[in-house]
């Protein structure tokens, strides 16, 4: 039976795609695929597709003894079409949130993958209802407008383009579509567990249809919200062209121009630059970052410090987030720093770690240097087991450099 027969996805993944590669697909696009209906069915579509080579992973957690079936199924589909089909294995480490780090280790696993076979696109399953359940759950957790935005088409994450092409597709209709396709999929049955906030959440959509809140408006919002992020997030880059600057790798705020800012905008931009020097992904919580721009005394959040004084706001590594940090002369350090020794120098044997106490006591003359004592702290320095070879932003040794690598040595 053709493809184009089931009408409510005729075309869908050409009509996604086709505005975001500008009518020229990669020849190759990556899909990540569960064995879940959603995924299953923007498998078969892509395939349908046909403009790329289709390369196929599925990522088991090992945390349902059903998992490994449901890969085998992807399996069979793709020995059955012709497909490259890949299995790949992540394993919770007991801490934190296991939704949280599912979702984190399964997207790292992912780009690995797709770097592995020289792929920069992965397609995932994404749809409507997933927008709709995502935005009950942020509001619940009284999320701003961040949070409410709807989810991206696409989304570069500087390696990988992550592409959602079935975010205009409903869930009701992709099962329709594989039934009309006699492809089988699976159920994962957590699904139905009412632990689960999104579970939660697609079991309120029933009440709240009647009051007129459907999917089709909470997805609405939702996109009413991401063009208002993209307001704000311009407001955000006037902003930091005019008050704040990179220095050494924190970021510095005039504090005038800063507090004279509208607040939200000032929250958002502290919070860039948090994420910015730390290299969080994520945000730090809305709560804790209002606090901390009311504080007049140094504060940690989110792997750093933001020091007050009385012309300049500058937030710095906190020191104690890199003090078990280690690294070999050549690697990237903390993300962000790269030592460069002097020409001809035989390195082995010597690592890179924080300055520390330690080091900025053997370091005499540091105050010559200029930077805050709280910056040296946490700034990288070569060691030979105990001893101190070099600290270049302590002024010790000058032939070693420290230089930032370009996407992290501007704030913009």
């Avoid at 704040?244 to 005038?256: C, L």
Wanted: glycine share 8%; with cysteine; charged share 25%.
């Amino acid at each position: 039976m053709s493809v184009r027969r089931d009408k409510a996805l005729d075309g869908v993944i050409d009509a996604a795609l086709a505005p975001l590669m500008a009518g020229a697909p990669p020849k190759k696009i990556g899909v990540a695929v569960s064995g879940g209906g959603d995924s299953m069915a923007l498998l078969d579509l892509l395939r349908c597709w046909g403009r790329a080579e289709i390369f196929i992973a599925s990522v088991n957690h090992g945390l349902r003894a059903e998992a490994a079936e449901e890969v085998q199924l992807v399996a069979n589909y793709a020995a059955a079409h012709g497909l490259h089909h890949d299995s790949l294995t992540w394993q919770w480490d007991g801490t934190g949130n296991l939704q949280q780090a599912a979702r984190e280790g399964r997207q790292a696993v992912l780009r690995d993958w797709a770097v592995g076979h020289g792929i920069a696109f992965v397609a995932l399953g994404h749809t409507a209802d997933d927008q709709a359940e995502t935005f009950l759950m942020r509001l619940a957790r009284g999320s701003g407008v961040d949070g409410l935005a709807a989810m991206a088409a696409a989304r570069d994450d500087g390696v990988v383009t992550w592409l959602r092409p079935l975010l205009e597709a409903r869930r009701e209709d992709l099962r329709v579509y594989l039934l009309v396709e006699d492809i089988a999929w699976a159920d994962d049955p957590s699904n139905a567990d009412t632990q689960f906030d999104r579970v939660k959440a697609r079991q309120m959509m029933e009440t709240l249809a009647p009051l007129g809140l459907t999917h089709e408006r909470l997805v609405q919002t939702a996109a009413h919200m991401a063009r208002e992020r993209e307001v704000l997030a311009y407001a955000a880059a006037q902003a930091k062209a005019r008050c704040a600057w990179v220095m050494d790798g924190d970021v510095v705020f005039e504090r005038g121009s800063f507090e004279a800012l509208p607040e939200a905008t000032r929250l958002r931009v502290m919070a860039d630059a948090l994420c910015f020097v730390s290299g969080a992904s994520y945000r730090p919580r809305f709560r804790a970052l209002a606090a901390a721009l009311k504080n007049e005394a140094a504060t940690a959040l989110h792997g750093c410090l933001i020091v007050p004084k009385a012309a300049q706001i500058t937030v710095t590594r906190e020191g104690s987030a890199v003090r078990n940090l280690h690294g070999e002369v050549g690697d990237t350090w903390d993300g962000r720093w790269q030592l460069v020794p002097p020409d001809g120098l035989i390195c082995e044997g010597l690592r890179v770690a924080a300055l520390g106490e330690t080091g900025l006591a053997q370091c005499e003359d540091w105050r010559a240097s200029g930077r805050p004592r709280a910056s040296l702290l946490a700034s990288p320095a070569v060691w030979d087991g105990d001893c101190l070879v070099a600290a270049p932003m302590a002024g010790q040794d000058a032939d070693w450099r420290a230089e930032l690598v370009p996407e992290r040595s501007e704030f913009a």
